[in-house]
């Protein structure tokens, strides 16, 4: 069924056709509409779900936590300061190998406060062992939960969806909401190898030594490597049943593109109309918009910048002291390829600052006329 | 043992099931207070039980990864979210077919009184159907005897030297969680087994969230001797600082060890290391404070 809905509901719908179990969460601006929406499918019994209203993000975590551990489909959404007060349990999510799925909603941290979109919350969140898919449409963020849960739950490895502020989480936009039985026959129910019961007492998560917790992490790193190849069937499978493909990036006209952006989230799709502007001009310009951080694709990545003669990298999000964060990766990823390939690294939109079509103008224009970058890092729009 | 003593031991009928769901191999401290409330309440709760534990001793008691002590599963969950982690374990069970497994958050002072009140508040505010235990041995022990909230006045502790010692009161814990009105609170002391086994068991059939308050003392902790822990367990009780009593819906009071002679808190106080610097003037000062409490406690119990 075709509706006109908000990010924010997107995420609902997609964790309510996921038949999550047990859901707790607590109110933070703009995620607030993503657990209204399910408090009330839980209330009218649409949702057959246990709805755990709790007093913080950290307790939202745990009783997540605690709920998948019993053995239940388990999700929750946050944003931001709320993000950042869970980080602990990001961390017991992955280790305990507890596969929730959960929303975010980029925005950025404070002080000043701030409700706009920028990406330092989740990417800050980079080495918490959590799976991390940025969104560009609010069909993509329905689309996501539901093979998110899945990838999840074959790996053990937690995953966050993300959106950004407003200009994905309460803006609206045509989604087709699948019909719940082909989502059943998709994701079949959450049935763990071992969950927490008396039936069979076992200890979780306790006192480690050296002798055994190394082994504890390269399993969880072993199957990370796993999920790039498994996201991209899933994918597949995906597509298959409802005729869309999630896959680890989009490729937009990079093919024969001399330069090629990359992007993440709802920028990503500015970025194409620029792409489509620009080429209109006689420039060969595509866009790589990178769906999935962790586990980052490297691979696919250095296959389609393969062509390319410069490579600009936007980034809604810094890492004080170096640089823009999809930049780092990109950069290591190209790190012992052949090619000599000039690498621009952009800052833009921090604290929700537009990114339109003209920024994109702007840092192609920059990239074309030079031949390496004058300065490390490139401020778009910054008022020196 | 003498035939007469052989022959009363058999006439002798066990006032606790003599089921064990604690075995031997744990990993505390000789004349550890918190391995016997375990050890009771085990036997009440039976073996449909799931603990949470967060960081403290029993984290460490239960014995390091593969192995465990105790015969019913435990999640060793983060230090502040032993009643939050419990709220979602109990509401996992449910969806996924178990209605019947008691969910115990298992946590000690520091883990309940400091830094997990937050998470406590909320799980007792919505009366999650939680069994919440806290064992309390007045510091934090696990880490070396550092001040908690429960941590009484005029106690030593690693960060309350002789000279600068603890002159705060004990945080009230029992009122805080009856002030949530819930269906019920109640202090035990391991020096009161069949008390402690009877709230273990009472708790257990009630739904919500149920708070269990057990003295438990750490002779590493207090510097006391690991014989005395049980006497220490029933003196506490007899000079009315730890009086044993309980609260339904917040409400009603009942004080389940009534005592015809209060003894005085001096003899308590003298045999525990943590207290040998304290002149007689703070002990009556403790004195005073106990009475005041112990006579509120009398009024609310409407057992004058």
Redesign the interface.
């Given at each position: 069924m075709r509706k006109v809905i908000m990010g924010n509901h997107a995420l609902s719908y997609g964790a309510m056709l996921g038949r999550s179990?047990?859901i707790?969460a607590y109110p933070i601006t703009p995620q607030t509409q993503v657990v209204e929406l399910l408090s009330e499918m839980c209330a009218d019994g649409t949702l057959d779900?246990?709805f755990?209203?709790?007093?913080?993000e950290?307790?939202?975590m745990?009783?997540?936590?605690?709920?998948?551990?019993?053995?239940?489909r388990?999700f929750t959404a946050t944003s931001s300061q709320g993000l950042t007060l869970m980080h602990?349990?990001l961390h017991?999510a992955s280790g305990g190998r507890l596969p929730v799925v959960m929303g975010n909603i980029n925005r950025a941290m404070a002080p000043g406060w701030s409700i706009w979109s920028d990406q330092n919350d989740s990417l800050s969140q980079r080495d918490t062992g959590w799976m991390q898919f940025y969104c560009g449409s609010n069909q993509e963020v329905l689309d996501t939960v539901i093979q998110a849960f899945k990838v999840s739950e074959a790996l053990h490895i937690p995953s966050m969806v993300i959106l950004d502020a407003f200009s994905l989480s309460h803006t609206y936009e045509v989604v087709d909401v699948p019909d719940q039985d082909k989502v059943d026959e998709f994701l079949p129910p959450y049935k763990p190898r071992i969950?927490?019961?008396?039936e069979?007492?076992?200890?979780?998560?306790?006192?480690?030594?050296p002798e055994?917790y190394f082994e504890l992490r390269y399993k969880l790193q072993k199957e990370m490597e796993k999920a790039p190849a498994l996201i991209e069937k899933t994918g597949k499978e995906y597509e298959k049943f409802f005729g869309r493909y999630l896959g680890l990036v989009e490729d937009h006209r990079c093919g024969d593109a001399e330069l090629i952006l990359i992007t993440s989230g709802t920028m990503g799709n500015t970025a194409k109309v620029a792409v489509d502007m620009l080429r209109e001009e006689g420039m060969k310009v595509g866009n790589l918009r990178i769906k999935v951080f962790r586990p980052f694709p490297f691979e696919t990545v250095r296959k389609i910048l393969k062509g390319a003669r410069k490579v600009a990298v936007v980034d809604r999000n810094i890492s004080y002291g170096y640089h823009g964060i999809f930049y780092q990766e990109v950069k290591s990823a190209l790190y012992g390829q052949d090619s000599n390939l000039p690498l621009f690294g952009f800052i833009a939109g921090l604290g929700g600052r537009d990114i339109t079509p003209e920024t994109f103008r702007e840092i192609v224009q920059y990239t074309k006329e030079k031949d390496r970058p004058e300065e490390e890092i490139v401020w778009i729009g910054v008022k020196r | 043992m003498s035939k007469e003593t052989k022959e009363k031991a058999k006439k002798m009928k066990l006032s606790l099931p003599e089921e064990e769901l604690m075995n031997s191999g744990h990993l505390a401290c000789q004349g550890c207070g918190a391995t016997l409330a375990m050890r009771f309440v085990l036997k009440a709760l039976g073996?449909?039980?799931?603990l949470?534990i967060p960081a403290c001793c029993w984290?460490?008691i239960?014995?390091?990864?593969?192995?465990?002590c105790?015969?019913?599963?435990?999640?060793?969950?983060?230090f502040?979210?032993a009643?939050?982690?419990?709220?979602?374990?109990?509401?996992?069970?449910?969806?996924?077919g178990?209605t019947e497994?008691t969910v115990v958050a298992w946590a000690g002072d520091g883990g309940t009184f400091d830094i997990g009140i937050?998470?406590l508040?909320?799980t007792a505010?919505?009366n999650?159907d939680i069994l919440y235990i806290c064992y309390d041995n007045e510091a934090y022990m696990n880490t070396g005897i550092q001040r908690s909230s429960a941590t009484p006045y005029g106690a030593w502790t690693t960060t309350t030297p002789v000279k600068h010692f603890k002159n705060r009161p004990k945080k009230d814990m029992v009122a805080i969680m009856a002030a949530h009105s819930i269906p019920y609170v109640a202090t035990a002391s391991i020096g009161y087994p069949e008390d402690l086994f009877r709230k273990a068991k009472k708790a257990k059939d009630i739904k919500g969230t149920r708070f269990l308050h057990i003295y438990a003392p750490c002779p590493s902790g207090w510097k006391t001797r690991p014989e005395d822990t049980v006497k220490l367990s029933r003196m506490v009780v007899q000079n009315a600082i730890f009086p044993l009593y309980e609260i339904e819906n917040g409400e009603k009071y009942t004080l389940n060890i009534k005592l015809r002679e209060k003894k005085p808190v001096d003899d308590y106080l003298r045999i525990q290391g943590r207290f040998r610097h304290l002149s007689d003037e703070e002990i009556e000062y403790i004195q005073g404070e106990v009475d005041k409490k112990w006579g509120k406690l009398l009024k609310q119990c409407g057992a004058n």
């Open positions: 179990q047990v707790a779900a246990k755990i209203k709790v007093e913080s950290h307790s939202a745990a009783a997540c936590l605690g709920a998948s551990l019993a053995g239940a388990t602990e349990l017991w969950r927490i019961t008396p069979e007492p076992h200890a979780f998560g306790g006192l480690t030594g055994h | 073996q449909k039980t799931v949470c984290s460490v239960d014995g390091p990864f593969p192995y465990s105790l015969d019913v599963p435990i999640f060793h969950c983060a502040e979210t009643a939050s982690s419990a709220s979602g374990v109990k509401a996992g069970l449910e969806m996924v178990d497994t937050q998470a508040s909320g505010e919505r999650d």
